[in-house]
């Protein structure tokens, strides 16, 4: 499958000395003239920042606006880096407290002993959206009481900060982990590395929800510009990933059978990437409706709601806020046979890398969307509700659609989030926004 | 010449006799008898009362849409002298069509066989068998060579034989005038316009709501949308039939659909429905048919491809292995212009060949069949269900779409109404088109064959269904073939080839289904 390949636009300012023009952003409602932007990666975000109006790539040493880097370089230079106050990056500073796994269980457990204690059990309740999980080693006993307490039940052991799926692995005795550990077919490298990595070990969901016999899991993405107050947009796109392989409990050795990131998916021997095993939320969404009926489906939209506006508040106390920052979560979340969510987990630098044309634009879209919401040219009043393909989900509190459900009798808030829903985000933009400088209204 | 009392009569004897002995029969006798018992019931008044209990627990109901659904099904009243074979097809020049595509398509088959040594059917080893039972949820994990296979006709070979389509008794003279036809089909049947549509179809139009356009995001739901809903529930509790398929006709909700279809095509849970397809998976398991590799091979090229539908590629095997081998298919043969292809099998003693219908359907599958199927997976997983819901939209509508007869919702008629419709109201256009060698039908035809399954969305195609068992009919989906050149008019006025004005068509999936249609059949000029 091709894919376009941008044009690079024709009338390109080249700008790579510092100081030639004036970079401060400009009172409120001002345009900026130009955005200087560096970009570490070479995927979809590329393209996408190209191909804006008025945005000029800047390497090397030259100031920058706006920078779209790597969780690498952000560790290596954020500290040293002095940002004016219109200059955005896009991750927040320790965005592993919600990123890396132990991290991420330790936060939400802080956070759901805060919760019982301040509003009860049923409150507390709602925080049960994670598989019981346990750090190793240092939560290596509890977690040995745990398991005892449930013999014949599968684990999951995964490695605390890598991604794409490696290292990881199920087992069903302790004897599993304790091998593991003292492995000799490992190299002696491999061995220290997992000496000094952590891990974490959780229950895994044996009654995944399945789709003619197939185990999936949902990517869904969500912007926040802002931890305190908290500001999280939802987008209205995302995917489900399907195992290419039945699923069945018989074979945990088979990787492929159980995790369904793109990524190992396409190690797998049957795997043909001209299959494509991915359902856009909407065909999800329509497919669930059909089967369970409209209401089920949106309490259990609801529920994933839930789950990231309580995850993004566990750790709101914890990451450093910084009105220059920004971040584009990709959420794993996976649904058991009873229409429950649950979350895998959270990544920082979710894939932009597409994996075939209708992915391509799906990423396109959501990264442009995000640097209309960033708004670097100060188009937008603040007070959106929903820009493109993104509703704001959460602005220091919930938030509610404009329009009431008044014709069913009653004036219920209903919530502005729609998952899986159209995406007519050309309309709405066309509406919203001013064109750019020097670009005629499409 | 019958007069409109004797073929009411005749239909009801047909009905009768049909229904009498089905498992509905049994059960209605069976709470008649239970009737009795109650104290309720009167000596003097008894036909009455019973027919008042059974009216009040819902038997009538079920009585009433075992009917309708015979309605369906049912051939159209003929003349009481004229053989069989016009009831399937009155006009010679189709069945004499119909009759040499069949010969040719079951040479294909049979020289395969012959080519390839491979039996038309065989008895499984046990080991097989066993390998298959335990296989059955996920056949779509084997990868069998099936390079040596053909698909025994594409599309496009069928769209062959319908041009090649003449009747005797019409002089044609080949030049091109306004009154002749521009298209490929040059026989002339009853086809339907934009002004008598306007009236077959006034749900369509724009002062009804419709599901499609009046549930978009921007129309506040108590327009539309909320009320329709809140009847479909009701259709669905009173498990009315008729209503039901009324009710279609301005869309399906998505969490009513399943069971809206159900009751539309009159397809029950009853235990002897799921019997049934226990008893043709144990024939799929016994027996190996020469079919079943063609099945898998048209799976694999086409539904597992597919963006959608790869999901489903289990129940995909797991329904047409089922129906290849299903007899009470054959019975659909009765109204179906084609007849049941007939084949040599070595008979027991081995020592002579007799003539058996083969596939034991008489539906042999042909490049794309599965994208019957696909669709309805989307709503309906368990595999009887999803069985008995793809058969019935078979023998009721699909069969038409592969055999050459002059019924409306033939296919025939279709090509014919869509080139007519373009002819009419997009001239320039279809000039054009013709000019630069793209007929449009070139185009068209692989939408109209598969009803515009897999080329349109998913949601899409449901709501374009959802109107055709509404209506009862294809027509629709003509109407909507030339409402898409119509839609995209403006670009392929522009394209110089038939390879570009492929491109223009090649992507449908962002299309929008009833406005169109709306569009073209509501707001054309006529």
Redo the contacts between chains.
Sequence with gaps: MRWLVSDMSKNKQTAGHKGAYISQRKKEGEVRNCIRYRCGLTNTIQDVLIQRPGWVEVKEEGDWDFNWCDVGWLRENFDHSYMEEHVRICHFRNHYELTRKNLMVKNLKRYRKNVEREAGRLEAAKCDFFPRTFELPSEYHIFVEEFKRSPGSTWIMKPVARSQGKGIFLFRKLKDIIDWRKDGTRSEEQRDEAQVESYVAQRYIENPYLIAGRKFDLRVYVLVTSYIPLKAWLYRDGFARFSNTRFSLNSIDDQYVHLTNVAVQKTAPDYDPEKGCKWQMQQLRCYLTAKHGFETVQTLFKEIDNIFIRSLLSVQKTIINDKHCFELYGYDILLDQDLKPWLIEVNASPSLTASSQEDYELKYRLLEDTLHIVDMEGRLTGKEKRVGGFDLMWNDGPVYTDVGLEAMGCSCLVANTHLGCVNDRQKQLQQLLKPFPGQKRA | MMDESTELSVSITQIVQRLKGTHLHSQLEKQAKECMHKPEIKLETLKDDVRRLLKESGWERKLQNAVYRELHILPPPGHPRAPPEHAKEPLEYMRKAQVSWEKRILKSLNSMCSELGIPLARKRPVSEQKELTNKW??M??D?PDLSKFRPVYAPKDFLEVLIGLRNLNNDRSEDLTVRSNWGLIQVSLNVRDIPQMRETYPELGLTYGQLGIDD??HV???LFE?EH?VIGKKVVNEQDSAAAQQYSRQGC??????QLWTLILNTTDDPEVITHYEQLKARVIHHGLLVDNLIYKDVKLTA??D??Y??????LYQVLLCFSRDTAVLEHFNYNSATPPKSCVQSKSGSEQCAVVYPPNGVIPFHGFSMYVAPL???Y?EPSKLYSVFREMYIRYFFRLHSISSHPSGIVSLCLQFERLLQTHLPQLFYHLREIGAQPLRIAFKWIVRAFSGYLS??QLLLLWDRILGYGSLEIVAVLAAAVFAFRAENLMEVTSLASAEAVLADLSTLKVMPLLQIFLFATSV
């Design positions: 949820n996920e779509g994990t990868e978009h995001t506040p739901p108590d909320s809903i909700p998505t969490g009513l659909r399943a597992s491809n963006d959608y790869f999901v489903f590629e289990d129940y997976c989307f709503l997983n998913t949601d």
